[in-house]
T-cell receptor, first 118, second 113 residues
């Protein structure tokens, strides 16, 4: 399977603990995105990378959240000192943006990591 | 700013009924518009898209037309099937950044046999 993969698929943690999620994008894709989806809502944009550079961060991404893509391939999203309000599905997506593709930004989504903070 | 508003669900229809899910948007510039679908137990996937005014996106019998004058992108299907039961998200990607996707809150569709 050459789609976007995310690990773990489920994470249960206690309030105050740190958690880290991993996303492996489609191999040739240069952009990688993180979204958060709470129950009954649409995904909300958190941040995205072009190769290893983090180009945009939402104001939803508080100081407790940090994302990296050190070699321009996989990415990690860390949440420090988790709070119950962090409970959500964390989605990763990737896309290929090029001169030919232009603004046609088709993103391919992974299955998500469901975080439950007790 | 950029935002998407879609009709609230749940929507329940009988098999072979006609489907419309309304979607309107607010955007600066000329966004690309999308419908994504999330089937039970599966990840989010792109259903169809349109990148400029008057374009019609279509896939699996679903259609949506990019209407700039009414800032709408309504999803339609002439005859729904039980297998169409899912959550449908209208979304846009701002032209200026071609980066983030802004999603509506989703509409849950249930089809009765």
């Amino acid at each position: 399977d050459t789609g976007v993969s995310q690990n773990p698929r489920h994470k249960i943690t206690k309030r105050g603990q740190n958690v880290t999620f991993r996303c492996d994008p489609i191999s040739e894709h240069n952009r990688l995105y993180w979204y958060r989806q709470t129950l009954g809502q649409g995904p909300e944009f958190l941040t995205y990378f072009q190769n290893e550079a983090q180009l945009e961060k939402s104001r939803l991404l508080s100081d407790r959240f940090s994302a990296e893509r050190p070699k321009g391939s996989f990415s990690t999203l860390e949440i420090q000192r988790t709070e119950q309000g962090d409970s959500a599905m964390y989605l990763c997506a990737s896309s290929l943006v090029s001169v030919l593709a232009g603004a046609n930004n088709e993103q391919f989504f992974g299955p998500g990591t469901r975080l439950t903070v007790l | 700013g950029n935002s998407v508003t879609q009709m609230e669900g749940p929507v329940t229809l009988s098999e072979e009924a006609f489907l419309t899910i309304n979607c309107t948007y607010t955007a600066t510039g000329y966004p690309s518009l999308f419908w994504h679908v999330q089937y039970p137990g599966e990840g989010l996937q792109l259903l169809l898209k349109a990148t400029k005014a008057d374009d019609k996106g279509s896939n699996k019998g679903f259609e949506a037309t990019y209407r700039k004058e009414t800032t709408s992108f309504h999803l339609e299907k002439g005859s729904v099937q039980v297998s169409d039961s899912a959550v449908y998200f209208c979304a846009l990607s701002p032209y200026s950044s071609a980066s983030k996707i802004i999603f509506g809150s989703g509409t849950r569709l249930s089809i009765r046999p």
